[in-house]
């Protein structure tokens, strides 16, 4: 009888979200109930130790898309894909104070192709926090750098179907390392972030290329008319439709000495390290459905951006250059959104033979099911890109992707 008495207290519960459902009744005494994990739904799926000093949070997103691809000068194609697939794994171990995330990537596009003497790159995220309090957080391991607005949200919270043409090329991504961040957030007033990290420079899942350069990361978050709604500048769109305006501007700097790497953290490997040095400023504003982007990335280097192998027979070069983006979008009380996006980028000096300039114009719509872990979305891009020698080319695609995950 027992029992049947604990599976009807865990039916019952299980039917509300994101409630406990094992909590036992203070007039029953049977121990084993005590013994139980509790249960949570929220964020993913929970479950956290009776002596609440184990807690553990799963969730998983996925994104299936299929493009039409028109480029100058080459047959149009359809391409089909899992762009992105990824488990994500959180909580905390002996205290709240002391967390842990980790996250995996299964799709051919994260993973990427398997070169000899190279690694599986399935892990993206593997990190342990201390959180002493509510206003700093000293991290250790593997995990996205505080870089430009958009590189640190999620892929999975944006807009459009991808990020910019500026983020793909001037982006810092993740690096092993330790940061610290010192968050002094409130909703009614100015409200700032600090972050800092130092790190190896070599990117994520990175042996047996070790450099005797580290890299440095500093980024200011000011928020001058009070902090967003539920954590809001980690998200694109005005999905909870903000009742005040709110503005965030920040600004970074990353320097990776001797870098090994055609963007520092990512991209194709140098044949002789080069010192690199980021600069990203990032703008966000809602109100009321409306959404407002804008982002300024450069990448420099202290040499000339271009190395070659010994017998000069070979070479790569640094991506340098610079570039701005622009991005309104308004929320509808239908949850449609239309979104429009403009982004102009140039090559460095010393790499515009071989890398054209361009400019990219998006237009998109998205239906939100379940905010940004279940919608629809549709969106047609234009590229157009200037050449040295003066040939211009225009490419451009016409995209559907379903985001879904918890």
């Avoid at 504003?285 to 450069?298: D, I, P, T, V």
């Avoid at 033979?353 to 998205?366: C, H, I, M, N, R």
């Amino acid at each position: 009888m027992k029992n049947v008495y604990i599976l009807l207290i865990l039916l019952i519960g299980a039917s509300a979200s994101a409630q406990i459902i094992n909590v036992p009744s203070s007039e029953d005494n049977d121990p084993r109930l005590s013994s139980l994990p509790y249960y949570s739904y929220g964020k993913g799926l929970g479950l956290t130790s009776p002596d609440s000093l184990f807690q553990f949070n799963i969730r998983f997103r996925m994104q299936n898309r299929v493009t039409y691809l028109d480029a100058e000068d080459e047959k149009p194609s359809y391409d089909g894909q899992i762009r992105r697939l990824r488990l994500r794994f959180d909580g905390f171990i002996g205290s709240p104070k002391l967390l842990y995330a980790i996250q995996l990537s299964f799709a051919p596009g994260d993973v990427g192709e398997l070169e000899d003497g190279g690694n599986i790159n399935i892990i993206r995220d593997a990190v342990i926090f201390y959180r002493p309090n509510d206003h700093w957080d000293i991290s250790f391991g593997q995990t996205k750098l505080p870089g430009n607005r958009q590189r640190v949200n999620s892929s999975g919270a944006l807009q459009l179907t991808d990020r910019t043409i500026n983020n793909a090329r001037f982006t810092i991504d993740r690096d092993f390392g330790f940061q610290v961040h010192h968050s002094n957030e409130d909703s009614e007033r100015f409200s700032y972030d600090l972050k800092a990290a130092l790190s190896t420079g070599e990117g994520r899942n990175v042996t047996g290329r070790s450099d005797d350069g580290v890299a440095v990361t500093a980024k200011a978050e000011l928020f001058p008319l009070g902090a967003f709604t539920r954590d809001g500048s980690y998200f694109e769109g005005d999905l909870v439709r903000e009742t005040k305006p709110k503005l965030m501007l920040s600004g970074g700097y990353h320097q990776n000495n001797q870098a090994l790497r055609t963007q520092g953290t990512l991209g194709d490997f140098l044949f002789q390290p080069r010192t690199m040095r980021s600069v990203f400023v990032d703008a966000m504003f809602k109100y009321n459905g409306w959404s407002a982007m804008s982002a300024y990335l450069s990448r420099t280097t202290s040499k000339n951006a271009i190395t070659y192998n010994d017998d000069l027979t070979d070479f790569n070069f640094v991506q340098t250059g610079s570039g701005f983006d622009y991005q309104l979008g308004y929320l509808f009380p239908t949850n449609y959104e239309i979104i429009g996006r403009f982004s102009t980028q140039k090559a460095g000096d010393d790499i515009i033979e071989f890398v054209p300039d361009a400019k990219q114009y998006s237009l998109g719509v998205t239906k939100y099911i379940w905010e940004h872990t279940f919608k629809l979305q549709a969106e047609v891009t234009l590229d157009e890109l200037n050449y040295f020698d003066g040939n211009k080319r225009n490419n451009w695609y016409v995209r559907f992707q379903v985001e879904i995950g918890i």
